[in-house]
C-alpha cells in the first residue's frame, strides 16, 4: 500500500480549503497543473475520488471528506515533530539524568534547579541521589548526563569542573561539653567517638577526616558508621558521637545539633561536576552553563577520591 507523501497532502489540504484549483495553486506558490496532476496522483493512491470537479466549482466527497480531517491531523504533527526537534537541537527541549551526593542537596543543587527549570522549562531533570562511584559508572554508558560529587578522580572519558569548596566543621550533640563554643580547636575532640562514613563507599572523605584528625595531633575513636549523611548528623543527635562534616550540612538545623568551626586550615570538601566528554546533547550544554564558576586549583591538603 503506497502512503501518500507529506507534500501531496498539503496540496490536497489546499484545494479542499479553497474549494478551487486556482486559488489553491496560488496559495501554495506553484502552477494550476502540476497541483492538478499531484491530486491526481494522489486519489489513484488512496484508491478513491476525492474531489467532484465541475466547470463551475469543487466538491468533496465523503472519503475527501474523512482524508481532510485525517490530513490536517498529520500535517499538523509533522510540523510539531519539526518544531520539536528544532529546539532540542538549541537546547530548549529534552530530559536530562542528573546523579548527586546527599551534601549538594544542602549547597548548590537546589539553587542550581530551580534557575535552570525557570531558564529552560521544557528540559525534563531526572534527579538521583547516587554515590560517587555509581555516578561515574552511570555517565560512561549514558545512562546519566551530568553527576555532582565530592571532587573525585574521573574515570577515561569523564569531563570534571570542581564547582565548590567548603571547609570541615564539627557536629556535636547540643549538650556536648563544648556545644556551647562557636569555634575550637580539631585536638579538643581528641577524646570522643567518632560518627563517620564507611572508607569503601567514601574514601576521600573518610581519608581527609582522618588526615585533619592526625594534624592535630591523635586518630579519631570510629564508633559509628552511616551511610548517609543526614543519618550522620541524626546518629550525633542521638549522643553516639561527634562528626565531621561539609559545612553546608550546618543547613540542615536541628534542636539538638550544633555545628562548630575548626581550627583545621588546609582540610577542605571539594565538591565537582562530571559528565561523559563525548556527550555533546544540547540540553546538557545549557545545563552545564549554569553551573557555579569553575574553581581555580588550590595548593595544600584537598579532598581526593
Same mark, same amino acid.
Given at each position: 500500500?503506497?502512503?501518500?507523501?507529506?507534500?501531496?497532502?498539503?496540496?490536497?489540504?489546499?484545494?479542499?480549503?479553497?474549494?478551487?484549483?486556482?486559488?489553491? *495553486?496560488?496559495? !501554495?506558490?506553484?502552477?494550476?497543473?502540476?497541483? $492538478?496532476?499531484?491530486?491526481?496522483?494522489?486519489?489513484?493512491?488512496?484508491?478513491?475520488?476525492?474531489?467532484?470537479?465541475?466547470?463551475?466549482?469543487?466538491?468533496?466527497?465523503?472519503?475527501?471528506?474523512?482524508?481532510?480531517?485525517? /490530513?490536517?491531523?498529520?500535517?499538523?504533527?509533522?510540523?510539531?515533530?519539526?518544531?520539536? *526537534?528544532?529546539?532540542?537541537?538549541?537546547?530548549?527541549?529534552?530530559? !536530562?539524568?542528573?546523579?548527586?551526593?546527599?551534601?549538594?542537596?544542602?549547597?548548590?543543587?537546589?539553587?542550581?534547579?530551580?534557575?535552570?527549570?525557570?531558564?529552560?522549562?521544557?528540559?525534563?531533570?531526572?534527579?538521583?541521589?547516587?554515590?560517587?562511584?555509581?555516578?561515574?559508572?552511570?555517565?560512561? $554508558? #549514558?545512562?546519566?548526563?551530568?553527576?555532582?560529587?565530592?571532587?573525585?578522580?574521573?574515570?577515561?572519558?569523564?569531563?570534571?569542573?570542581?564547582?565548590?569548596?567548603?571547609?570541615?566543621?564539627?557536629?556535636? +550533640?547540643?549538650?556536648?561539653?563544648?556545644?556551647?563554643?562557636?569555634?575550637?580547636?580539631?585536638?579538643?575532640? *581528641?577524646?570522643?567517638?567518632?560518627?563517620?562514613?564507611?572508607?569503601?563507599? /567514601? +574514601?576521600? !572523605?573518610?581519608?581527609?577526616?582522618?588526615?585533619?584528625?592526625?594534624?592535630? #595531633?591523635?586518630?579519631?575513636?570510629?564508633?559509628?558508621? %552511616?551511610?548517609?549523611?543526614?543519618?550522620?548528623?541524626?546518629?550525633?543527635?542521638?549522643?553516639?558521637?561527634?562528626?565531621?562534616?561539609?559545612?553546608?550540612? $550546618?543547613?540542615?538545623?536541628?534542636?539538638?545539633?550544633?555545628?562548630?568551626?575548626?581550627?583545621?586550615?588546609?582540610?577542605?570538601?571539594?565538591?565537582?561536576?562530571?559528565?561523559?566528554?563525548?556527550?555533546?546533547?544540547? %540540553?546538557?550544554? /545549557?545545563?552545564?552553563?549554569?553551573?557555579?564558576?569553575?574553581?581555580?586549583?588550590?595548593?595544600?591538603?584537598?579532598?581526593?577520591?
Amino acid at each position: 500500500m503506497n502512503i501518500p507523501d507529506l507534500r501531496r497532502l498539503r496540496y490536497f489540504v489546499a484545494v479542499a480549503e479553497e474549494l478551487h484549483f486556482g486559488r489553491a *495553486a496560488r496559495r !501554495l506558490n506553484v502552477s494550476q497543473p502540476p497541483l $492538478s496532476v499531484q491530486i491526481r496522483t494522489l486519489e489513484r493512491e488512496v484508491g478513491a475520488q476525492l474531489l467532484v470537479r465541475t466547470q463551475r466549482r469543487v466538491e468533496l466527497t465523503e472519503a475527501g471528506r474523512v482524508l481532510l480531517e485525517e /490530513a490536517r491531523r498529520l500535517l499538523g504533527q509533522a510540523e510539531a515533530a519539526v518544531i520539536h *526537534a528544532r529546539r532540542a537541537a538549541q537546547g530548549t527541549v529534552g530530559r !536530562l539524568a542528573i546523579g548527586f551526593v546527599s551534601t549538594v542537596d544542602y549547597s548548590i543543587l537546589p539553587p542550581l534547579v530551580r534557575h535552570f527549570r525557570q531558564k529552560h522549562p521544557g528540559i525534563a531533570l531526572k534527579l538521583q541521589e547516587l554515590t560517587g562511584d555509581r555516578q561515574q559508572a552511570l555517565l560512561r $554508558s #549514558g545512562e546519566l548526563d551530568l553527576g555532582l560529587s565530592i571532587l573525585p578522580s574521573p574515570a577515561p572519558g569523564l569531563t570534571l569542573r570542581p564547582v565548590l569548596r567548603e571547609p570541615l566543621i564539627a557536629a556535636v +550533640p547540643v549538650n556536648h561539653r563544648l556545644a556551647a563554643r562557636r569555634r575550637l580547636a580539631l585536638r579538643a575532640l *581528641a577524646s570522643e567517638p567518632f560518627v563517620q562514613f564507611p572508607r569503601e563507599l /567514601a +574514601p576521600g !572523605l573518610y581519608d581527609l577526616a582522618i588526615a585533619a584528625c592526625r594534624r592535630a #595531633g591523635f586518630t579519631p575513636h570510629l564508633a559509628q558508621e %552511616a551511610i548517609q549523611m543526614q543519618t550522620i548528623v541524626g546518629l550525633v543527635a542521638a549522643g553516639l558521637g561527634v562528626a565531621l562534616v561539609p559545612q553546608c550540612m $550546618s543547613k540542615l538545623q536541628r534542636p539538638d545539633v550544633r555545628y562548630l568551626a575548626l581550627d583545621a586550615r588546609g582540610f577542605e570538601v571539594e565538591t565537582a561536576a562530571l559528565w561523559h566528554s563525548e556527550n555533546h546533547a544540547p %540540553a546538557l550544554a /545549557a545545563l552545564i552553563a549554569d553551573l557555579p564558576a569553575p574553581l581555580a586549583p588550590r595548593a595544600g591538603r584537598r579532598l581526593a577520591v
